[in-house]
């Protein structure tokens, strides 16, 4: 009875987001209203096993790149030591030299107990810097990075939590005008996750586990000494859960499925005159048609982004503003990925995915593969994307590829 119950919430909660994506994505002439942010870096899945699952982690089985997804993960961590090195070219269809590393470190320190930091440095590659006349300036390299540390910490029996802090740093402008700086913020995540054995299935152990975090919670970024507008940095709200079964002896299968939201305030639409041209209210500040106005604080932010949406969308084939509803909106705002991952003997893994994102909001879907080799304390990923929504060849994040080499010592067996 409670495997029917898991499995009927969970298609309830598939069907309801599969409404609001499948509603948003069947007119492709409403402009998108993507959600942008600074520093969006800090979103992406620097792991190959997150990476070739959909980007699920939340709830998945921890290991040491966790900081990324729920941080409260490490302290279920079967190692007493794990280090884990991390690269991936990136947008390569954009630009030859774009990459983003990852280093992370877990240590254990009993039961109850563990600690983690990682560093993710992100390469822009080199880049020409040219003025508002297409002169040249000069050249440069900009860079971000961000460092980070946890403590996760046993609450219960099967339930464990876990605090982070965070500091990123971002260089785009290298400098380049008197009045350009460096952007930086202080940033946390929170999580919990869940994890026990359980009996529904005679034939096989079987291990249920559910996660909820948000990452990124933190100060706005600016690049600009002049302006008193700063960007908000990507805060994500994340929940999700995940199913593994011990087939055999040597043979197991998880399955995960993570959902995710930013919570950060959706544009609003800029009322126009006939022509065009935004308008202005009295104090120099565009006037909102349809939502409500996104320069707000961190945490009325994060409140505002549940009910924020304008509902509003330009048609390009009417030529006018058309109404799809705030709720649809809201709802296009989640993200959802399902993974898989099978083991063989602890040795040797596949894995796959699918990611969703409404095209009201970018349109990213694309299916992920991938494959793991363990060998003593070593252990090998790799991952490969494959866009499913666009022509061969149009898609920059196609065949973007993700290594990791992990290290680990003093680990359980099983």
């Not at 309801?16 to 209203?33: A, E, L």
């Not at 011990?246 to 006939?274: C, G, Q, R």
């Not at 494959?371 to 666009?390: E, T, W």
């Amino acid at each position: 009875m409670k495997v029917k119950k898991m499995l009927l919430a969970a298609l309830i909660l598939f069907a309801v987001n599969s409404f609001g994506q499948g509603y948003m994505g069947q007119d492709y002439s409403i402009s998108p209203n993507v959600i942008t942010t600074a520093v969006p870096f800090v979103s992406i899945a620097p792991d190959a096993r997150g990476g070739s699952m959909g980007d699920c982690g939340v709830a998945s089985a921890p290991d040491v790149y966790s900081m990324h997804y729920n941080p409260a993960k490490y302290v279920y961590l079967q190692d007493k030591f794990a280090a884990g090195l991390g690269y991936s070219p990136w947008l390569r269809k954009l630009t030859p030299d774009m990459n983003l590393a990852y280093l992370a470190l877990a240590y254990k320190i009993n039961d109850r107990s563990s600690v983690a930091g990682t560093l993710r440095y992100f390469s822009c590659g080199e880049i020409d810097f040219r003025d508002a006349n297409n002169q040249e300036l000069r050249k440069g390299r900009p860079n971000e990075w961000a460092i980070d540390a946890t403590y996760s910490r046993m609450l219960g029996d099967y339930l464990s939590g876990a605090v982070a802090g965070r500091f990123i740093y971002s260089d785009l402008t290298q400098g380049v005008t008197d009045y350009s700086r460096p952007g930086w913020s202080v940033a946390a995540d929170v999580g919990v996750y869940y994890k026990r054995q359980v009996e529904w299935f005679s034939s096989m152990d079987a291990d249920f586990s559910w996660g909820v975090a948000i990452n990124n919670i933190g100060s706005k970024v600016s690049y600009n000494q002049s302006s008193d507008r700063r960007d908000f940095i990507p805060t994500t709200l994340r929940a999700g859960a995940g199913l593994k079964l011990e087939l055999d002896e040597y043979n197991s299968l998880a399955f995960n499925v993570d959902f995710t939201k930013l919570l950060v305030p959706s544009p609003p639409v800029i009322a126009v005159d006939s022509m065009g041209n935004p308008l202005h209210n009295d104090d120099g500040s565009y006037k909102i048609a349809y939502g409500y106005d996104n320069n707000v604080s961190v945490v009325q932010g994060m409140i505002q982004s549940f009910y924020d949406a304008p509902g509003y969308g330009w048609s390009e084939t009417q030529q006018n503003y058309v109404h799809y509803g705030t709720f649809r909106e809201e709802l296009s705002e989640i993200n959802f990925g399902v993974g898989i991952e099978y083991w063989y003997n602890n040795v040797f893994a596949v894995r796959a995915g699918y990611f969703n994102e409404s095209a009201l909001k970018g349109n990213r879907k694309y299916v992920t593969v991938g494959a793991a080799l363990k060998y003593n304390v070593f252990g090998l990923d790799v991952s490969y994307l494959i866009p499913v929504n666009a022509v061969e060849g149009s898609n920059p994040l196609e065949k973007t590829l993700r290594f990791n080499l992990t290290y680990s010592m003093g680990g359980k067996k099983g």
